[in-house]
């Protein structure tokens, strides 16, 4: 597999665990990396609906931003502790940069103790894992390493970018629909590339990022409607507090009882 688009074979939707690992390298890990810096240029506003949920926790509480990125949450609140974790060298270096306090991690694995925080953030994370069960196990990590009462709050992008006759702001104004999927990508699970600013056409994707002379390829799992909560229904430890549609993305608010 490669993340250039001009190669004429396409990576395929993951049937082992191997498969998921090295697409989710290959477009993901290593496309993060190479776009880091320009990634970061594009992500500087906190989502206001993310910054409401770090205010409801008492001061001097700890937090984890797990895929913090290059640290847009890390500095919402100054009397409480808030430490990150991304799978991306060049997004933790923009952190370090910043002085904030991250370590190397990947989210189905996190090495920290169980039941160590008082609340957990998982921003635009889950979507770029590849199968159902490894992004089972990366809800099960958050959950883990949440104190009892701790809660989390996990947002992925939504395959239906029109909710309640709304477009998200994803969707560009007067955009062209994109052309229908070829049953040849049906055929052999091959991957479409989506049509950036368009309605998704199948939960599992490639999503170009254009650098100059270079347009690269990220993987994307978009969830349908209820379908985060569906999987975090799995973890009997996790009581759903909220669920809601924030511009074109699923989140789901969700505390440790046990």
Known sequence: MSNASSRSTLPTLPISDFDASHLEE????????DIAHN???TRHKPWPRVVDFLRL???GSLILDVGCGNGKYMNIRDDFMMIGCDRSEGLLKICRDRGYQVFLSDCMKI??????FDGAICIAVLHHISTENRRLAALREIVRLLKPGG????????KEQEVENKKSTYITKNAKPPCPIHSTHEETKELSIHTPRTEFQRSDCLVPWTKPNEKLLRYYHVFVRHELER????????KIVNSYNDDGNWCIIFMKIA
């Open 26 to 33: 290959e477009h993901v890990h290593k496309v993060y990396n």
């Open 39 to 41: 990634f970061s240029d």
């Open 57 to 59: 926790f008492p001061s």
């Open 111 to 116: 090495p920290v103790p169980t039941n160590m």
């Open 151 to 158: 809660q989390a709050l996990v947002t992925v992008w939504a």
């Open 231 to 238: 999987t975090l229904t799995h973890i009997p430890e996790a």
